[in-house]
Each structure stands twice: as C-alpha cells, then as structure tokens.
C-alpha cells in the first residue's frame, strides 16, 4: 500500500513530477500582493521622512550661509549683507557694501556695492523646501502669531540680512517649509548675529530648538 504524502503547507515550495521545487500561481499572487500593499504603506512614510528632512536641511543650510556671512565681515573689516529671494527658486546672494553706508539696492546697481557671491538657488540643492510660512504658528521668541501664507522673510522692511564687521546683525526670522507642512525658522539675533534654527510643535503648538 503507498503511503499518502502530507499536504504541503503554505509557502512550502511544490516539488513537481521531476523533482524540483517552485511555488504555485496563487502563492505567486499573493506574495506580489503583499509586497504591493507593503509599498503603498511604506512609501508614503519614506517620502514625508525625506520632505522634513530636505526642510531642516534648508533651514541648516541658511543659518551656515549666515554664519559665513559674519566670519567674512570681520575678516574683510567690511559689511556684508546676504540677499534672499522670496520666491522660486529663492535666490541667495552675497553683496559687499562698497561706500560705508551700508548695502543699498541704488549702490548695488551702480556697482557701488559688489556681489562677491554669485546668486546661489536653495531650491536646486533643496527641491523638497520653500521659503513659507505653511501653517498657523505661535510667535517666536515672543513675537507676533503669523498664518498660514504670511511672508516668510521676517527682517522688517528688507529682504537681506546685513551683518557688520563688529559681527552685529539684522534681526528677524526666516520661515522654512516642507511641502508636507512641516516648519522651521532661522532665528537671527541682532546683537550677535548669531542664527539658530528652530522647529515648530503643532502638537504642543511651541517652536522647539532643532
């Protein structure tokens, strides 16, 4: 009498008539499936992941552009203001002042005040960051609650930070953000400018250190 085989158990590989081993079409079928809803789950995850991490990497960035900017005034016993663009692909530049009275958009056209650093794009090397303000947030540092929307250059009525060789400052606050929403600021404090970068909480509804 011929002894019955044991049922195979799923995800066994079959062994057909000739002896080698494979999987079945069904088994097939459902390994694909569940990679695939692996990936529609993961994916997602991964990509917000790598949009927060492009923002803070913005927001890094310019605190480092900042910090260069007074390293290179008190080298160069000369003011140095680093220019922002507001829009894509936000356009940063370094411009020397030229006459002593400070960087002004007249001096820079006459050639008064001369670019030393080419128009350098955030966007290119941070595809995933914008200058923005992406959400409803507290104020910084005890400042005013901005909205969704609001300007993200916060240095009163210019859009570059100025910093002297004595290594004082414009004061004020640049707004970063992932496409997602995620938002950061570049905190510049005048009296040192130093530039610090912040994170904010929306659970805790606070800007935190980062």
């Known amino acids: 009498m011929t002894a019955r085989r044991p049922s195979r158990r799923l995800g066994e590989p079959r062994v057909d008539a000739r002896g080698s081993a494979g999987f079945s ?5 459902v390994v694909v499936a569940l990679v695939a809803v692996s990936l529609s789950v993961a994916v ?4 917000r992941i790598a949009d927060v991490a492009d923002a803070a ?3 890094r960035y310019l605190a480092g552009r900042i910090g260069l ?11 140095l203001a680093l220019r922002i663009g507001r829009t894509p692909p936000f356009l940063l530049d370094l411009v020397a002042d030229g006459d ?4 002004s958009a007249a001096d820079l056209a006459d050639g008064t005040d001369p670019v030393v650093e080419a128009a350098d794009p955030l966007a290119v090397h941070f595809p995933r960051a914008r200058l923005a303000v992406a959400r409803d947030v507290t104020g910084l540092d005890g400042g005013p609650a901005l909205r969704e929307g609001d300007d993200p250059l916060r240095l009163g009525a210019t859009d570059q930070i100025s910093v002297s060789p004595s290594g004082t400052s414009t004061s004020g ?4 953000a992932s496409r997602s929403g995620a938002q950061f600021a570049v905190r510049v404090a005048g009296a040192t400018g130093r530039a610090r970068v912040f994170r904010f909480d929306p659970g805790a509804g606070t800007w935190r250190p980062y």
């Open 100 to 103: 002593g009275d400070g960087v």
């Open 57 to 59: 990497a913005a927001a």
């Open 25 to 29: 079409l069904v088994e097939s079928v």
């Open 69 to 79: 900017a007074r390293l290179g005034a008190a080298r160069g016993q000369r003011t």
């Open 173 to 176: 606050t640049i707004y970063v």
């Open 44 to 47: 997602p995850v991964l990509d």
